[in-house]
């Protein structure tokens, strides 16, 4: 079974992806981690972001084993991982790994903003996560600030709202939803009540 979750950044996906691996028993992988590696390393390399080849020269060289999700979680390596995530190059060179991690025996969970549509378009299982931009922005405004990252609830917001445009508009593989998936809009629903509607979701879709 292969279970495909999308949707913007901040809105849950990947809360409700790692919930649902765990209690289904399957492999999960957040393919954002993917991109905000690779943002890091032209961070830490000081590439230049119009440099296509050498980004996806950094993310050929990726190692899955050895993703840190903590130290990836910065803001900047968030506004760097969307800028890389909309180059042709970098997605064609991570478009197998992801697609090989779904196919592996048994299944998987994966979260992004192209499984439905680009990685595993034939998943039996397509959710399509999704909150108000508000709601996302003091979610994320929140842990953010919780780690002691000097940021406002506007800049947040500025930057969801960024974020989403170029998300959305980017020639290759934009965010959108995919024509089967099941919408979960999760604005007003905390953790629990998330992850009880998208087994809900899942028991419609395959009876499990």
Request: avoid cysteine; aromatic fraction near 4%.
């Amino acid at each position: 079974m292969i279970i495909a979750i999308d949707g913007p950044a901040a809105s849950g996906k990947g809360t409700i992806a790692r919930a649902l691996a765990a209690h289904f028993g399957l492999p999960h992988l957040d393919t954002g981690l993917l991109y905000r590696a690779v943002g890091a390393k032209a961070l830490a390399d000081h590439v230049d972001f119009e440099d296509e080849a050498a980004l996806a020269a950094r993310a050929g060289a990726l190692d899955l084993a050895a993703l840190d999700p903590e130290a990836l979680k910065s803001g900047a390596v968030g506004e760097a991982a969307s800028r890389v995530a909309a180059l042709p190059q970098v997605r064609a060179t991570l478009l197998t790994v992801q697609q090989d991690f779904a196919r592996q025996p048994g299944g998987a969970v994966l979260d992004g903003r192209d499984i439905g549509t680009v990685i595993a378009p034939h998943a039996e299982v397509k959710i399509f996560v999704t909150a108000s931009p508000e709601a996302r922005a003091e979610r994320r405004y929140r842990e953010l600030a919780g780690r002691g990252e000097p940021v406002t609830y506007d800049q947040v917001l500025a930057d969801i709202l960024r974020r989403d445009a170029r998300d959305s508009g980017r020639a290759s593989a934009p965010l959108i939803r995919a024509g089967d998936a099941v919408v979960l809009d999760n604005t007003a629903l905390d953790r629990n009540a998330s992850l009880t509607r998208a087994l809900e979701i899942v028991a419609a879709r395959t009876g499990r």
